[in-house]
């Protein structure tokens, strides 16, 4: 397969399996470009791509930014706080307003679950969901895995534990699907009130003890709790869940086995982990960022390619 | 759909032999010069090449990259097919250094004119040169040709050239496809 099965990316839900193959082997290519000495390739010169963050990023926002520098192509940024959002435009109207300028693809980011999936039925553009309120992050996924595969040399048979606040968490829903796709085993792990109710049926595992879950997993993708979604309290206080669900150097050293530590970011150093684990040879945190330009330049490449003249 | 033998695979060895000797006679102990096999066929005749020069002419540290032009051409959403990369490995700096460019067939001069913005990314090179096993005269959109060519075709749009190897296809010969 050389093409990919969809239009716009929207979720992993709608990907498949050689989908998301074809991604990491383009990705492939352009980690090997980002290491050059001259990081940029042309081929996306005749594109141009608006990036629509209607909530708070910095490290996607970046990432996407120079993903599509380095592919070439034309961007522009746009963030809600300083537009006529404010002013009462519809989100139709704002992204048709963008789009007569001749923008090709956009790149958004909504507080809204399903904001994307609206746009893309609505308006004529490619499509990537850097984020819809709790409901999927697929880039993040797709950078997830290919780190896990990069560091483990594949993600089939691979057993990851994803810890902590999965209630609001859009990266623990497209890590799941991504993961389930690619055949490797998922638990989650977290205060009972923070894992939503029935995630059984999406064939994922709950565990509420985090040693149990360490001692199982290959992969601890490790979440930050998400106070700015919570409306309520979830937990009795910030101490006491970083004594149940927070990952320290002591807890992974009594462990068995060597685990792959993950963190989408931001971390909250102290929180759901230490600063001796962050920094540790375990985590690949840092990895994580750079394999997300490489991974996001493969999506956009490959959407790009599918834009007829 | 018929097909032409253009050249045996004892002319192809008489021809290899030709071109590594005339490369070392532009270049002679390969110093400054790197040899750059342009993904995906080229890479081939690049390594048939290198072996000749290590064999025949006894020299060492030679250096050979693999260079694809995929994110570099022209035609990006304008092919019907999707464009495929291969993988580019070049361990060496190119900066100063006489440059070799190896293809199987020299046709429009695209892929060499991608090859020739893709090298810059490694760094300014001395000087470019160009190989080509088949050289399609007359078929050129650009004003490019070979330093160094195998054999010149005449063949129409429509037919094709097919470079076969016996490390890929079983067999060392070159086809002219006709329709």
Redesign the interface.
């Known amino acids: 397969m050389s093409e990919l099965s969809v239009n716009h990316l929207l979720g992993i839900k709608y990907l498949k399996k050689e989908d998301i193959k074809l991604i990491f082997k383009t990705a492939d290519h352009f980690k090997e470009v980002i290491n050059r000495p001259i990081k940029k390739v042309p081929s996306l010169r005749d594109i141009t791509i608006a990036n629509l963050f209607f909530e708070n990023s910095t490290r996607t926002r970046l990432s996407f930014e120079l993903a599509e520098k380095r592919l070439s192509a034309d961007v522009i940024n746009f963030s809600a706080a300083s537009s006529s959002v404010k002013k009462g435009e519809t989100l139709i109207d704002t992204v048709n307003n963008i789009l007569s300028m001749k923008v090709d693809m956009v790149v958004m980011r909504h507080p809204n679950p399903g904001a994307g999936i609206f746009l893309s039925k609505h308006v004529k553009a490619s499509i990537i969901n850097a984020g819809d309120g709790a409901h999927e992050h697929p880039t993040q996924a797709l950078l997830d895995s290919y780190s896990i595969k990069e560091r483990l040399g594949g993600v089939k048979g691979k057993k990851v534990v994803i810890v902590g606040d999965i209630l609001h968490s859009r990266v623990a829903l497209s890590n799941i699907f991504a993961l389930k796709l690619q055949g490797a085993e998922v638990k989650v792990c977290g205060p009972k009130t923070l894992i939503p109710k029935h995630i059984e049926s999406l064939g994922v595992k709950v565990e509420t003890d985090l040693r149990k879950a360490l001692e199982w997993c290959d992969v601890a993708n490790m979440l930050r709790v998400q106070n700015e979604r919570m409306e309520i309290s979830y937990f009795p206080s910030t101490r006491e869940y970083t004594q149940q669900f927070g990952l320290n150097k002591k807890m992974l050293d009594s462990l068995n086995k060597e685990i792959v530590i993950m963190h989408p970011g931001p971390i909250n150093r102290g929180v759901e982990i230490t600063s001796d684990v962050a920094d540790s040879e375990n985590a690949i945190i840092l990895d994580q960022v750079q394999n997300g330009v490489a991974v996001r330049m493969a999506v956009i490449y490959l959407l790009a390619s599918k834009i007829k003249q | 759909m018929s097909q032409k033998v253009l050249l045996t695979s004892k002319e192809i060895d008489i021809i290899l032999h030709r071109l590594a000797c005339q490369l070392v006679e532009n270049h002679t102990d390969f110093k400054d010069s790197v040899l750059i096999g342009i993904q995906p066929r080229g890479v081939y005749l690049a390594e048939r090449i290198l072996n000749i020069l290590q064999k025949e002419y006894k020299l060492k540290d030679l250096k050979l990259g693999h260079l694809?032009i995929?994110?570099?051409?022209d035609d990006?959403?304008?092919s019907d097919?999707?464009?495929?990369?291969?993988?580019?490995k070049i361990d060496f700096v190119v900066e100063d250094k006489r440059v070799i460019f190896i293809d199987d067939v020299l046709y429009t001069g695209r892929s060499t004119r991608a090859a020739l913005?893709a090298i810059?990314?490694?760094?300014r090179p001395k000087e470019i040169e160009l190989m080509s096993l088949i050289d399609r005269r007359f078929s050129r959109h650009l004003p490019i040709q070979p330093d160094y060519s195998g054999r010149q075709v005449d063949a129409i749009n429509e037919e094709k050239v097919a470079v076969n190897w016996k490390e890929n296809e079983g067999e060392d010969v070159v086809y002219l496809i006709s329709k």
Do not use: H, V
């Open positions: 694809d995929t994110f570099y051409r990006f959403r304008r097919k999707p464009l495929e990369a291969n993988k580019t913005t810059q990314s490694f760094g």
